[in-house]
C-alpha cells in the first residue's frame, strides 16, 4: 500500500483468486479513499520476483480488478522499484481523471439477470456480466447454490456459494445477488426479481445468457420465461475452451487448491 500523501490510494496483489482478505482490503481501503486504485503484478512479475504461476493472464486479473466496488483505476506491476510503481499509478490516476465526466447511457431494459455457477470468477464470467450491463440499468446475478450444482453437474463446487456470491457482491457493475438452489424455478427467479424492483413491468426484464446456452433455453422462453425478454449473447466457442470455468477449475486443482491459492494471494497482498 502506498503510504505518501496524495489525491489517491492503491493495493497491489495478484489478483487471481478472489479471495477473502482481496474482498476485506479492497472494501475498506475504498471506503478510506476518495479514488483508489489497484496494482496488478504481471504474469512476468508473478513467475521470476513471487515464484507463483497465476491460473489467468495479466489482462484478465487486470479486467476483474477494474470492475471491483469501489475502484477508480487500474495499472500493471512489473518492478519492484518503488519510484517507477509510483510514475506508473500516477498516470494510471491522471487518465482516470480526465476520463471520469464520461455521459450515462441510456439503456435498453430496465432490469437483467445472468444466472451461474461463478465457481473461480474469471474472465468469461466478467465478459458476460459486462455484456448484460450494457444492456441494463439494474444488474442481478443469480448464483446456482452448491446443492444444486452438485445435484445437476455431478461436482463439487471449489468456493462455497457464500464464497462465490461474496465475489459478485464486490463487482461494481451487479447491482443485486440472489440464489438458485435445488428448489427454484425460472418462475420463482422472476418473483424473485419482481420483488427486489416492484414498479418495474415484466417487458422491461431481460434474462442474459452466453450463446452456448442458446439451445438448452430455447423450449423455455415461450414458458417458464414467458414475459419476460430473453437474450443470447455472443460467445466465441475457441476462446471458451481457454477461458472457461472448467479449465479455470482444472489449473487450480493442479496448483494444490483452491486454499493453496488463496494463501499465495493473501501472502502477497501489499
Avoid at 500523501?5 to 481501503?29: L, S
Avoid at 520476483?49 to 495499472?75: H, N, S, W
Avoid at 438458485?180 to 445468457?209: G, N
Avoid at 487448491?257 to 497482498?269: A, D
Amino acid at each position: 500500500m502506498n503510504k505518501e500523501a496524495k489525491n489517491y490510494n492503491y493495493t497491489m496483489g495478484i489478483f487471481d483468486v478472489i479471495c477473502r482478505a482481496i474482498r476485506t482490503k479492497v472494501k475498506d481501503e475504498a471506503k478510506k479513499n476518495e479514488v483508489y486504485g489497484i496494482g496488478v503484478y504481471t504474469d512476468r512479475y508473478c513467475e521470476e520476483e513471487l515464484m507463483t504461476y497465476p491460473m489467468k493472464r495479466t489482462e484478465e486479473r487486470t479486467e476483474i480488478a477494474r470492475c471491483l466496488e469501489g475502484v477508480d483505476f487500474v495499472f500493471p506491476v512489473d518492478t519492484k522499484d518503488v519510484k517507477q510503481i509510483e510514475e506508473v499509478a500516477q498516470k494510471a490516476y491522471l487518465e482516470y481523471i480526465e476520463g471520469k465526466k464520461e455521459k450515462e447511457e441510456v439503456k435498453k431494459y430496465k432490469v437483467g439477470f445472468v444466472l451461474g455457477s461463478f465457481d473461480i470468477f474469471h474472465a468469461g464470467h466478467l465478459e458476460n456480466l459486462m455484456l448484460a450491463k450494457d444492456m441494463c440499468d439494474k444488474l442481478v446475478a443469480v448464483v446456482k447454490t452448491d446443492e444444486r450444482i452438485t445435484k445437476n453437474k455431478k461436482k463439487t463446487p471449489r468456493q462455497s456459494t457464500a464464497e462465490r456470491a461474496a465475489v459478485l457482491k464486490l463487482m461494481s457493475i451487479i447491482d443485486n445477488v440472489i440464489y438458485m438452489d435445488l428448489d427454484t424455478t425460472r418462475q420463482d427467479l422472476i418473483s424473485d426479481i419482481r420483488e427486489l424492483y416492484s414498479e418495474i413491468e415484466l417487458k422491461d426484464i431481460v434474462a442474459i445468457f452466453g450463446s452456448d446456452l442458446s439451445e438448452k433455453e430455447q423450449p423455455f422462453i415461450t414458458t417458464d420465461w414467458n414475459g419476460i425478454n430473453v437474450v443470447f449473447t455472443d460467445r466465441n466457442p475457441e476462446k471458451m475452451k481457454v477461458v472457461s470455468s472448467t479449465n479455470y477449475q482444472n489449473i487450480c486443482d493442479s496448483n494444490g487448491g483452491i486454499k493453496t491459492l488463496e494463501k499465495v494471494e493473501t501472502e502477497n497482498l501489499r
